[in-house]
């Protein structure tokens, strides 16, 4: 599904991949984790298409179209996803209308007409259940005043309404209480479908034990160094970061 292959990323003017190679499956979820400022976001905000990141060598591609060739709007449309890919507080624009929109702008892409209000509203309130959201979180402002719990939650809130065929999930366990962590793992959980893959970045290797990952790779300084099964986020946490990279060297 995605085929990442020798990435070298700069961003201003410091190359922060040097050459990382991905192979993500159908069906498969993936962690990937790594010490702070080994490029773990960088490499999920260059599959989404953010701005500000130059790509100097090698290709992405998802499900053999090129990626790089592709603007954000339409590679969130092909279905590759970045939770929180609208982060920051909108004012004004009610969480409701931005499900909505970013619905039906997916439909349009694929030619299929408008979900029907009743339909689109029967959807949300499914999928807010499963989130255990109330209601009145659709009339608030996108992440305006939301504690960290709930911003998380409202992450795989859009994941559940949209559906992506690949959902990168970046550091959705950071500063949840584990009963608010253990309510969105059971949401990424639902999202498993064996059209579907998952690639969660995460520093710690609790949220792994709600959500158990096919493949567990470890980034360091803008390289894959490991791969492996769950098994190696438990030696991760023994362990640490450091025999890895030793072992790398
Ligand atoms: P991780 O998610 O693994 O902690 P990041 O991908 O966020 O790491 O960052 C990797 C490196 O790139 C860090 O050294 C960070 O400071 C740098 N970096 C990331 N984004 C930017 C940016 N927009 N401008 C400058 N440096 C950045
Ligand atoms: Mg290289
Ligand atoms: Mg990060």
Same mark, same amino acid.
């Given at each position: 599904? +995605?085929?990442?292959?020798?990435?070298?990323?700069?961003?201003?003017?410091?190359?922060?991949?040097?050459?990382?190679?991905?192979?993500?499956?159908?069906?498969?979820?993936?962690?990937?984790?790594?010490?702070?400022?080994?490029?773990?976001?960088?490499?999920? =905000?260059?599959?989404?298409?953010?701005?500000?990141?130059?790509?100097?060598?090698?290709?992405?591609?998802?499900?053999?179209?090129?990626?790089?060739?592709?603007?954000?709007?339409?590679?969130?449309? =092909?279905?590759?996803?970045?939770?929180?890919?609208?982060?920051?507080?909108?004012?004004?624009?009610?969480?409701?209308? +931005?499900?909505?929109?970013?619905?039906?702008?997916?439909?349009?892409?694929?030619?299929?007409?408008?979900?029907?209000?009743?339909?689109?509203?029967?959807?949300?309130?499914?999928?807010?259940?499963?989130?255990?959201?109330?209601?009145?979180?659709?009339?608030?402002?996108?992440?305006?005043?939301?504690?960290?719990?709930?911003?998380?939650?409202?992450?795989?809130?859009?994941?559940?309404?949209?559906?992506?065929?690949?959902?990168?999930?970046?550091?959705?366990?950071?500063?949840?209480?584990?009963?608010?962590?253990?309510?969105?793992?059971?949401?990424?959980?639902? +999202?498993? =479908?064996?059209?579907?893959?998952?690639?969660?970045?995460?520093?710690?290797?609790?949220?792994?034990?709600?959500?158990?990952?096919?493949?567990?790779?470890? +980034?360091?300084?803008?390289?894959?160094?490991?791969?492996?099964?769950?098994?190696?986020?438990?030696?991760?946490?023994?362990?640490?970061?450091?025999?890895?990279?030793?072992?790398?060297?």
């Amino acid at each position: 599904m +995605l085929e990442v292959n020798d990435l070298h990323v700069t961003v201003e003017g410091t190359e922060i991949l040097k050459g990382l190679s991905l192979t993500i499956n159908e069906g498969e979820v993936h962690a990937l984790m790594g010490p702070n400022g080994a490029g773990k976001s960088t490499l999920s =905000a260059v599959i989404a298409g953010k701005d500000g990141y130059e790509v100097t060598q090698g290709s992405i591609t998802f499900k053999g179209q090129d990626v790089l060739e592709m603007e954000i709007e339409e590679r969130a449309q =092909a279905g590759l996803l970045l939770g929180f890919q609208y982060p920051v507080e909108i004012p004004g624009v009610k969480n409701i209308y +931005l499900l909505k929109s970013a619905l039906n702008a997916q439909r349009a892409a694929r030619g299929e007409s408008e979900l029907p209000a009743p339909e689109f509203m029967k959807l949300v309130k499914e999928k807010l259940g499963y989130m255990k959201m109330d209601a009145s979180f659709l009339q608030r402002a996108v992440n305006e005043g939301f504690s960290g719990g709930e911003k998380k939650r409202n992450e795989i809130l859009q994941m559940l309404v949209l559906q992506p065929k690949l959902a990168m999930l970046d550091e959705i366990d950071s500063g949840l209480d584990i009963d608010a962590m253990k309510v969105v793992a059971d949401g990424v959980n639902s +999202l498993r =479908a064996e059209d579907r893959a998952i690639l969660l970045v995460t520093h710690y290797q609790r949220l792994l034990d709600y959500i158990v990952p096919d493949k567990v790779h470890v +980034l360091i300084d803008g390289r894959i160094v490991k791969s492996g099964d769950a098994a190696l986020a438990k030696e991760l946490e023994a362990n640490g970061y450091e025999g890895i990279e030793e072992s790398a060297a």
